[in-house]
């Protein structure tokens, strides 16, 4: 199963919690509250985000973090490399991958154009989308469906 880390959904989780409150700036504390999580957690995943340029931090008093872009301009796979480095499903998908069968292998072009298609799904939903509920499909609705065509022989 493929599966992003729990600290990247938390880091998630805490993002929103930020993406609802714009103009504030939030301390740790506060953001483990809002978000439902321990503190110590909340500090772990804020420093990967504020190295990735998403969050910024605010020494003395009245410090915290808040967002460093508007919550529509930051992206689920921004938080996701930033938490777990490059989008990669397999390790031939990297660009400098050091695969030693990459010669031989007949199947890196279909996982790059798989990681492509779920780099780009993660590409296509910003921080301020994640706010609210997505709505489910009805069932007179299809779920929406990406075709991914595999390369041949």
Request: aromatic share 2%; charged share 20%; hydrophobic share 45%.
């Amino acid at each position: 199963m493929l599966r992003v880390t729990r600290l990247t959904d938390y880091a998630t989780v805490v993002l929103t919690a930020l993406a609802a409150r714009p103009d504030a700036v939030l301390c740790a504390a506060d953001l483990a509250e809002r978000a439902g999580l321990e503190a110590p957690t909340v500090s772990k995943v804020l420093k990967p985000l504020a190295q990735a340029g998403l969050v910024e931090g605010f020494r003395g008093a009245n410090g915290g973090y808040r967002l460093a872009r508007p919550a529509a301009a930051i992206s689920l796979i921004e938080i996701v490399e930033a938490m777990e480095g490059p989008l990669a499903m397999t390790e031939c998908s990297l660009d400098d991958s050091q695969c030693g069968i990459s010669h031989q292998c007949g199947v890196r072009a279909n996982w790059r154009r798989i990681n492509d298609v779920v780099a780009d799904a993660l590409r296509g939903v910003s921080l301020a989308q994640m706010l609210h509920d997505a709505p489910l499909p009805s069932p007179a609705t299809p779920a929406r469906r990406i075709d991914a065509r595999l390369a041949g022989p």
